[in-house]
Nanobody, 129 residues
C-alpha cells in the first residue's frame, strides 16, 4: 500500500522560498502522475502543480513562474520548489498520487482532486508580510 509523507513546510516572509518534499513508499512501481494541492483555511482544496512522471507538468495560473514541481525517481520523492512566496500562498500543502493513466483525459484533469486516490497528511506553509 502506497503511503505519502510530506515535509518541508514552515513559516517564511513574503518573497521567501521553501522546498516541499513528498516521499512515496510501499510500492516499487513508478506512479503515473503526482501532484501538489493546497487548502487554505475555510477554502476548497485546489491543485497547485502536477507532474506526469517522465512527461508534462501543469500549474495553477497563480503559481506559474514561481513554483516548480519535480521528482527524483531514485529517491521516490516529489518536490515542490516555491519561490517569491506571497501571503496568499499560505495553506496546508498535500501530496497526491495516481498509479495509472485513464484511457483518455484532458491535461487540466491533472489538477483535479478527484483524479487522485492516494494522499499524504499535509504540511503547513505560512507566508507573512
Amino acid at each position: 500500500q502506497v503511503q505519502l509523507v510530506e515535509s518541508g513546510g514552515g513559516s517564511v516572509q513574503s518573497g521567501g522560498s521553501l522546498r516541499l518534499s513528498c516521499v512515496d513508499s510501499g510500492s516499487t512501481n513508478t506512479p503515473y502522475a503526482m501532484a501538489w494541492f493546497r487548502q487554505a483555511a475555510g477554502k476548497e482544496r485546489e491543485g497547485v502543480a502536477a507532474l506526469v512522471i517522465g512527461g508534462q507538468s501543469v500549474y495553477l495560473d497563480s503559481v506559474k513562474g514561481r513554483f516548480t514541481v519535480s521528482r527524483d525517481n531514485a529517491k521516490h520523492t516529489l518536490y515542490l520548489h516555491m519561490n517569491s512566496l506571497k501571503p496568499k500562498d499560505t495553506a496546508v500543502y498535500f501530496c497526491a498520487e495516481r498509479s495509472s493513466a485513464p484511457p483518455y483525459y484532458h491535461t487540466p484533469a491533472l489538477l483535479l482532486r478527484s483524479w487522485y486516490p492516494t494522499w499524504g497528511q499535509g504540511t503547513q506553509v505560512t507566508v507573512s508580510t
